[in-house]
T-cell receptor, first 113, second 113 residues
């Protein structure tokens, strides 16, 4: 089946630093999504990307849908303590499989004040 | 995001118990999902319902029994579970078709003794 490689697995940064994480896939997706999950909560959608090459921002977050449709990255600028959590990428297929998401294993972000 | 609610938030049960997890969505969606989230693993899709019909059963053991009585409610009935079934169980919903993505509930933390 489809697999997503998400990296890094974890990051420890100082408040104010920028963060970058990415996902690569063995196959093409039509939609890339980035979620954040706080401890004890469900994933919350941060950014959705629908077109190859698309660059989308949501406040201090910026994500891009790779031209090959097999990768995506998420950047967080000027990190703050509340950015702590697990960030997941997810790919959504097309046609008969477009109701399913394939998830990466997540990037655990720790921000030191 | 409070559009998808799950109860209970925490559940401890013995291996011989029968319990049910409940999910309710208030987003006008018509597709609902159950996921299992275990430590250090990607989210595992369990079941998908579209318009109250099950469209996916991802090789889930029969001790997990889903029920979708209408497009707003989804249940997961549990019986004779094993300790390895302990995990966070997440419900999600979306509008079937198109590129709409999934919105998650806060999850039920299940512990099987």
């Amino acid at each position: 089946g489809q697999q997503l490689n998400q990296s890094p697995q974890s990051m420890f940064i100082q408040e104010g630093e920028d963060v970058s994480m990415n996902c690569t896939s063995s196959s093409i997706f039509n939609t890339w999504l980035w979620y954040k999950q706080d401890p004890g909560e469900g994933p919350v959608l941060l950014i959705a990307l629908y077109k190859a090459g698309e660059l989308t921002s949501n406040g201090r977050l910026t994500a891009q849908f790779g031209i090959t449709r097999k990768d995506s990255f998420l950047n967080i600028s000027a990190s703050i303590p509340s950015d702590v959590g697990i960030y997941f990428c997810a790919g959504q297929g097309s046609g008969g499989s477009n109701y399913k998401l394939t998830f990466g294993k997540g990037t655990l972000l720790t921000v030191n004040p | 995001e409070t559009g998808v609610t799950q109860t209970p938030r925490h559940l401890v049960m013995g291996m011989t118990n029968k319990k049910s997890l409940k999910c309710e969505q208030h987003l006008g969606h018509n597709a609902m999902y159950w996921y299992k989230q275990s430590a250090k693993k990607p989210l595992e899709l369990m079941f998908v319902y579209s318009l109250e019909e099950r469209v996916e059963n991802n090789s889930v053991p029969s001790r997990f029994s889903p029920e979708c009585p209408n497009s707003s409610h989804l249940f997961l009935h549990l019986h004779t579970l094993q300790p390895e079934d302990s995990a966070l169980y997440l419900c999600a919903s979306r509008r079937w078709g198109g590129t709409d993505t999934q919105y998650f509930g806060p999850g039920t933390r299940l512990t099987v003794l």
